[in-house]
C-alpha cells in the first residue's frame, strides 16, 4: 500500500495527472474539494464545541486559525491512512512528510510553458497569463509558509520532480508510476501513514466521502 501526494504549480496539469494517475493505478482520489466537504462535515461537530454560536463556513476556513489547520491535517491524515490514495495539493506533502509509504511528487513546468496554456485555456493574452501564474505561485507559497511554515517551492522536500513543460501527461504518469513501484518496503519501525491513529469518527466521514477506486 502507498499513499502519493501530488503538489503542483498552475499550468502544468498537474490536477488531471494526478485524476490521470490515480484511475490508472487504481487508487483512491482526494483533492482539496473531497478535503473541505470532510472538515465541513466533521469539522462543524468539533466546532460546535469551541463556538458560543453555529460556525459560519467563513470560521472554518479562517487561515489564521489554528483549529482549521489541525482539522485539515488530520482530514489529510485520515485519507492517507487508508492506503493506496492520491492526495492533490493542500500542503499534503508537509503533513506526511517522512513517512515511509508515502511518495510526495513536485509538478513544475517553465513559466513560459504554464503561461501558454493558462493563456489558451482561459482565452486571455500572453501577459495577463503570466500576471495569473505569478499571482497562483505566490498564493499556493502563501498556503503552505502560513500552514506549515515551509517552503512550497523548495524541490528538495519532495522525493520526485516532474516537469511537465516539454512532455504530455503519459510521460509524467510513467514516471510517478515508476517511481512509486519502485519505491522501497518499509521497515517495520519506520513512520509510515498506514499506523497513523485516526479518530473513528473522521474515518467514516473519509469513507462515506472518498471517491471510489473504479471511479478515480
Known amino acids: 500500500m502507498a499513499v502519493i501526494t501530488i503538489s503542483r504549480q498552475v499550468g502544468t ?3 488531471r495527472i494526478a485524476r490521470a494517475l490515480a484511475k490508472d493505478l487504481g487508487y483512491e482520489f482526494a483533492d482539496k474539494s473531497l478535503i473541505n466537504k ?3 462535515q466533521y469539522g462543524l461537530t468539533r466546532l460546535n464545541l469551541l463556538y458560543d454560536h453555529k460556525p459560519k463556513i467563513w470560521e472554518l476556513f479562517d487561515q489564521n486559525s489554528t483549529v ?3 482539522m485539515m491535517n ?3 491524515a485520515a485519507i492517507a491512512a487508508r492506503g493506496n490514495v492520491v492526495i492533490l495539493g493542500r500542503g ?3 503533513v506526511l512528510a517522512g513517512m515511509a509509504d508515502v511518495l510526495n511528487v513536485f509538478v513544475k513546468a517553465s513559466d513560459t510553458a504554464r503561461a501558454r496554456r493558462i493563456s489558451r485555456r482561459n482565452e486571455i493574452g500572453p501577459e495577463e497569463a503570466a500576471q495569473l501564474v505569478k499571482a497562483d505561485d505566490e498564493l499556493r507559497a502563501r498556503f503552505v509558509r502560513l500552514f506549515y511554515g515551509a517552503d512550497w517551492a523548495d524541490e528538495s522536500a519532495y522525493d520526485l520532480v516532474v516537469d511537465t513543460s516539454d512532455a504530455p501527461d503519459a510521460e509524467a504518469i510513467a514516471q510517478i508510476t515508476e517511481a512509486v513501484q519502485t519505491m522501497p518496503k518499509p521497515a517495520p519501525q519506520s ?3 498506514a499506523h497513523l491513529k485516526v479518530d473513528q469518527v473522521l474515518a467514516e466521514t473519509v469513507a462515506k466521502a472518498i471517491i471510489p477506486r473504479d471511479q478515480g
Request: charge should be neutral; hydrophobic fraction near 35%; charged fraction near 10%.
Open 92 to 94: 499534503g506533502y508537509q
Open 191 to 193: 513512520p509510515q501513514a
Open 68 to 70: 482549521t489547520v489541525e
Open 38 to 40: 470532510v472538515i465541513r
Open 13 to 15: 496539469h498537474g490536477a
Open 74 to 76: 488530520q482530514t489529510i
